[in-house]
């Protein structure tokens, strides 16, 4: 993660970046670009600012590095890219030190299903929108049902899963290893082989909203649904 701002603001450059484990980056013209393989930025400085320089280096949200804007004041924490990759969790850390996270991601407000899904490697999209399916048409619901879809965190790079998810149109949260382990879960697991506890039931019960599992997990060839509300 990174801290970007002037050097006239260094002080509270320094704040920020304890607060948040960061590295601070100075800005200059054009620094942008070298800040693309950071998780997360965190710009104390204009939006405009912000927004016109991340413009050009822009690819997709899949690899782009959230953008959280902090206003002078130190009052609010904006997530502008991948709310639902880190941004919002970073503008909720900064809660704790006082400032309001300004989230704007639809999933916060929508009601509906959360789907976790495990699935094993080089998964076809074809067999992830199955899966979904599937388990929905099970459940007596359909895609219009669905809140959010989730994972884990090592799964970030699955192909197949995030170009299903594309397809369907709805959000996808990648959650940390260390939260799974976290989750009471109903099911066994052979996750516990990588070091989990769960993929599927965790992650279905992290992104859900009342905490109930009301699909336990099923397998569908190489995909694992789960589903809470």
Not at 151 to 159: F, G, I, M, Y
Not at 200 to 221: D, H, M, N, T
């Amino acid at each position: 993660m990174a801290v970007i701002g002037f050097g006239k603001d260094i002080r509270a450059l320094r704040r920020l970046a304890d607060w948040l484990r960061a590295d601070i980056i100075l800005y200059k013209p054009g620094i942008w670009g070298s800040l693309l393989d950071y998780d997360c930025i965190v710009a104390y400085m204009p939006t405009g600012i912000v927004i016109r320089g991340m413009c050009p280096w822009l690819r997709s949200k899949w690899v782009d590095p959230a953008v959280v804007v902090v206003d002078k004041a130190m009052r609010f924490a904006i997530p502008l890219l991948g709310g639902h990759h880190g941004g919002n969790e970073v503008a909720k850390m900064l809660e704790n030190y006082g400032l309001t996270a300004v989230i704007t991601t639809a999933m916060e407000y929508s009601e509906g299903l959360s789907v976790g899904i495990g699935c094993r490697r080089g998964i076809s999209a074809e067999d992830v929108l199955y899966a979904i399916k599937a388990a929905l048409a099970e459940l007596g619901a359909t895609l219009d049902d669905v809140r959010v879809i989730a994972t884990v965190e090592l799964k970030k790079d699955e192909e197949g899963l995030i170009e299903a998810v594309d397809i369907i149109k709805k959000p996808l949260v990648f959650v940390p290893a260390e939260d799974v382990n976290e989750i009471e879960v109903v099911s066994p697991s052979r996750a516990e082989d990588i070091g989990l506890r769960s993929v599927a039931e965790a992650c279905a019960l992290y992104c859900s909203k009342e905490k109930q599992l009301i699909f336990p997990k099923r397998v569908y060839g190489g995909v694992t649904i789960a589903i809470a509300r």
